[in-house]
T-cell receptor, first 115, second 115 residues
Framework: AQKITQTQPGMFVQEKEAVTLDCTYDTSDPSYGLFWYKQPSSGEMIFLIYQGSYDQQNATEGRYSLNFQKARKSANLVISASQLGDSAMYFCAMREKPNTGKLIFGQGTTLQVKP | SQTIHQWPATLVQPVGSPLSLECTVEGTSNPNLYWYRQAAGRGLQLLFYSVGIGQISSEVPQNLSASRPQDRQFILSSKKLLLSDSGFYLC??????????????FGPGTRLTVL
């Protein structure tokens, strides 16, 4: 069965520094998609970045980048130049199978940015 | 641009009472629609998803049900609420494709407390 694991329940980072949030996944399907979402205290889930299993390069979106290591089955989110507004819960998710559109979510990592 | 609405934003209901949560999407046609539940401090659990009017797939057996009376309307219901139904309910939509890149976009959520 497909599974997403986020082993860091909580993380702290100093403002303006970079931080890496870990995500490992398990699947036997060669085709899959990986997503990261941010959930601030308001509750809304905000899409951040996507990485496809066949993508040759690591995905980047502004200050967000994905350290994709396919052999290790990891897709860690890197946030550069942390800002106070980055304080939130972050979820890694994987598309289960392309024809259903369903996402499997990890348990999340709470990030707190210190001034 | 597309927007997704959910109401109510918060709800406090007694055990055994009925429930109706509504989700509507604007700015797109024929979307896939999803209902998720999030327990406090936990990841998201997919409850239902729909690929079209009247087409509902249930992921978790429970006393909840979903309906899609219109293309861009998704309703979550219960005839008798249980204490365990408390949580944060999120609706999401995605473009109806089978692509791995298909991203789900979430609404603001409904916080339900069953007393």
């Amino acid at each position: 069965a497909q599974k997403i694991t986020q082993t860091q329940p909580g993380m702290f980072v100093q403002e303006k520094e970079a931080v890496t949030l870990d995500c490992t996944y398990d699947t036997s399907d060669p085709s899959y998609g990986l997503f990261w979402y941010k959930q601030p205290s308001s509750g809304e889930m905000i899409f951040l970045i996507y990485q496809g299993s066949y993508d040759q390069q690591n995905a980047t979106e502004g200050r967000y980048s994905l350290n994709f290591q396919k052999a290790r089955k990891s897709a860690n989110l890197v946030i550069s130049a942390s800002q106070l507004g980055d304080s939130a819960m972050y979820f890694c998710a994987m598309r289960e199978k392309p024809n259903t559109g369903k996402l499997i979510f990890g348990q999340g990592t709470t990030l707190q940015v210190k001034p | 641009s597309q927007t997704i609405h959910q109401w109510p934003a918060t709800l406090v209901q007694p055990v055994g009472s009925p429930l109706s949560l509504e989700c509507t999407v604007e700015g797109t046609s024929n979307p896939n629609l999803y209902w998720y539940r999030q327990a406090a401090g936990r990841g998201l659990q997919l409850l239902f998803y729909s690929v079209g009017i009247g087409q509902i797939s249930s992921e978790v057996p429970q006393n909840l049900s979903a309906s899609r009376p219109q293309d861009r309307q998704f309703i979550l219901s219960s005839k008798k609420l249980l204490l365990s139904d408390s949580g944060f309910y999120l609706c999401a939509w995605s473009v109806r494709t089978s692509a791995l890149t298909d991203t789900q976009y979430f609404g603001p959520g409904t916080r339900l407390t069953v007393l």
